[in-house]
């Protein structure tokens, strides 16, 4: 192979990468744009907010509490050791409310939301509907995506705040109701360490920014998705997987951004 | 009809769980405000120092927990802290001779006030101040202290 070629397909390769780029930004600038069409439809949002928020909650809720029991026993035998047990609340509060509530809320949602998201249009796809919707003059992006677009904005935070609290509740029954940890020094710790807007608007926005990430691939991934049993099936996976990586990847960044000094 | 109905209600109910545990995340878990004082009586103590010592913290005699500290003020014109507590209404016979002390509970733990009864037969009332208190131990000024007490003698 000759080095002219090497220089074409790193060419191909960058054109592509740009052109991806393109065509996902340009989509959610669509959907952005269908946004205030929505306020006269608040029946969709409503729909897409049962099926992409309201569904989720289930493994949220008993996620958020396996991870706050197995945290606070985890912690309370290390810390029991330096006999700083009452730390507890501190410790299990501030690991929960900025990384591991944004972070796990978001891929269970990709996991369980984006990818039925993502299934559903790419269904759609594949039997015709949206082709359908042109014919009669719907736009497919303002009546199918930006629903659900919104509705997996709107969830994420709900969802991430319901992971933390449950977490938190699920530490303090193993810390201070099983292994006796003090239960004021334990909300006391707590209040004292954990900022409101430092720490729990935060992860507030982390989490809006991974809902963002989750849904608007979701979305790009069923809409564009080959119009065969394969292509759904292999649009589902990306999905999930994509997801996961610009999640983990974006919450380096923000990480760094918000905790950083 | 029904069925929308249905879907409406868990949508309802999963945005009520959703603002409630924002509201408990900056309410309970972070200190926005502290509502729950609870009812009880108030008093007051001076130190020279306090330490680590934070607003909530217990408030102990003989180590059981008999209320908390509400406020930290700084008092500028005889450069001390004065602490308000918050005691249970039960516990109302607190001597007025009683030390108040700083302690820390553990090598590197939390702070607390233990109250140390004497032995008058007057108890302090609501918003009474303790006569005697004793400062928080600071531990690098103890390390210091130590390292200039065992100076080698000469230089």
Avoid: C
Avoid at chain 1, 121 to 144: C, F, N, S, W, Y
Avoid at chain 1, 225 to 235: I, N, R
Avoid at chain 2, 126 to 146: K, M, P, Q, W, Y
């Amino acid at each position: 192979m000759n080095i002219l070629d090497r220089f074409q397909r790193l060419g191909q390769n960058s054109e592509n990468l740009l052109a991806q780029v393109g065509a996902r930004g340009l989509f959610l600038l669509r959907i952005l744009a269908g946004i205030p069409a929505l306020l006269g439809h608040m029946k969709l949002f409503v729909q897409q907010l049962y099926a992409v928020g309201a569904q989720t909650l289930t493994i949220i809720a008993v996620s958020g509490m396996a991870v706050g029991m197995v945290l606070g026993l985890q912690m309370y035998n290390i810390l029991v050791d330096i006999s700083a047990e009452n730390t507890l609340g501190h410790v299990v509060a501030l690991s929960l409310v900025r990384e591991l509530g944004p972070v796990l809320t978001g891929l269970l949602f990709a996991g369980r939301a984006g990818s039925a998201l993502t299934a559903e249009i790419g269904l759609m796809k594949a039997t015709d509907q949206l082709a359908g919707m042109e014919m009669m003059a719907v736009d497919p992006v303002k009546r199918i995506i930006v629903p659900r677009f919104v509705a997996g904005l709107f969830s994420m935070p709900m969802l991430a705040a319901i992971f933390s609290a449950i977490g938190i509740l699920g530490s303090y029954f193993v810390g201070v109701d099983l292994l006796g940890v003090d239960e004021g020094a334990f909300w006391s710790r707590m209040q004292a360490q954990v900022d409101p807007y430092g720490d729990v608007l935060n992860g507030v926005i982390k989490s809006l920014v991974f809902g963002l990430l989750v849904t608007w691939i979701a979305v790009y991934e069923g809409y564009h998705a080959t119009a065969t049993t394969e292509g759904v099936s292999q649009a589902t996976t990306r999905t999930v997987v994509h997801s996961a990586f610009a999640i983990l990847g974006m919450d380096f960044i923000l990480t760094g951004l918000m905790f950083g000094d | 009809m029904y069925n929308s109905r249905n879907k409406e209600i868990a949508v309802g109910i999963f945005v009520s769980l959703g603002l409630a545990a924002l509201l408990m995340l900056s309410l309970q878990v972070s200190n926005i405000s502290n509502f729950s004082q609870g009812d009880g009586y108030t008093l007051a103590a001076r130190f020279d120092n306090i330490g680590g010592l934070k607003v909530k913290a217990p408030v102990r005699i003989g180590g059981v927990r008999i209320g908390r500290v509400i406020e930290i003020q700084y008092d500028q014109n005889n450069y001390e802290a004065i602490v308000k507590m918050n005691i249970h209404r039960e516990q109302s016979r607190i001597p007025d001779d009683t030390i108040a002390n700083i302690y820390t509970a553990g090598m590197l733990g939390e702070q607390y006030i233990g109250l140390e009864p004497g032995g008058s037969e007057t108890f302090l009332q609501d918003d009474d101040e303790f006569s005697e208190t004793s400062s928080a131990i600071v531990l690098e000024r103890l390390i210091g202290e130590a390292i200039y007490s065992n100076k080698p003698e000469g230089k």
